[in-house]
């Protein structure tokens, strides 16, 4: 997962907090995606951005915010934690000219 | 809209023995399509993908697939199971337009008995 990184790796919430995850790369890369993966359900898209200040829903966007200021940084930031909200986090961005998806290592968290 | 659909949620083979993983799309442009496997508690890697070209195609340990435009399948094979395959495997599609985010599949366990 060169190039993508993701932080945290793992998280410890209470219900009702909010939290932020970082993703940034360092390609260069316009398209950038947020997903979270339940169990049994494989991953499902959040929030994407095709560029710096553009960023748009995707399938599961509530109790979740994103913003693009920079090309490198997309960083996802969760409202207010629920028990429901544990799946795994995991940012990606991707490289046009080479098809080529990169994802960060993905995020674990647990709401208590 | 696209989709994918992975049939069977579990597989149970033997070692030594022929793997197939069934993945299924619906695209309204030519998509590209790809194969993830997942080790538990672990990120994902890629195996293999289909952009144009070739429609069999050949990616990492021993796997491939195949891209049957025809049925709109691209099914996983592996000859010969290994212990070390027993992960769980995605299939991903992506169009080249508008978002080109992944749409991924709900994802197949791969259990290898002795």
């Known amino acids: 997962n060169a190039g993508v990184t993701q932080t945290p790796k793992f998280q410890v919430l209470k219900t009702g907090q909010s939290m932020t995850l970082q993703c940034a790369q360092d390609?260069?890369?316009?398209?950038m995606s947020w997903y979270r993966q339940d169990p049994g359900m494989g991953l499902r898209l959040i929030h994407y951005?095709?560029?710096?200040?553009?960023?748009d829903q995707g399938e599961v966007p509530n109790g979740y915010n994103v913003s693009r200021s920079t090309t490198e940084d997309f960083p996802l930031r969760l409202l207010s934690a629920a028990p429901s909200q544990t799946p795994v986090y995991f940012c990606?961005?991707?490289?046009?000219?080479?098809?080529?998806?990169?994802f960060g290592e993905g995020s674990w968290l647990t709401v208590v | 809209a696209q989709s994918v659909t992975q049939l069977g949620s579990h597989v149970s083979v033997s070692e030594g023995a022929l793997v197939l993983l069934r993945c299924n799309y619906s695209?309204?442009?030519?998509?590209?399509l790809f194969w993830y496997v997942q080790y538990p508690n672990q990120g994902l890697q890629l195996l293999l993908k289909?952009?144009?070209?070739?429609?069999l195609v050949k990616g990492i340990n021993g796997f491939e697939a195949e891209f049957k435009k025809s049925e709109t399948s691209f099914h996983l094979t592996k000859p010969s199971a290994h212990m070390s395959d027993a992960a769980e495997y995605f299939c991903?599609?992506?169009?080249?337009?508008?978002?080109?985010?992944?749409?991924f599949g709900s994802g197949t366990r791969l259990q290898v008995q002795p």
């Open positions: 990606a961005s991707l490289d046009l000219a080479g098809n080529t998806i990169y």
């Open positions: 390609m260069n890369h316009e398209y």
């Open positions: 951005s095709v560029g710096a200040g553009i960023t």
């Open positions: 695209s309204s442009v030519p998509p590209y």
């Open positions: 289909y952009t144009t070209g070739a429609t």
């Open positions: 991903a599609l992506r169009e080249d337009t508008g978002r080109r985010a992944l749409t």
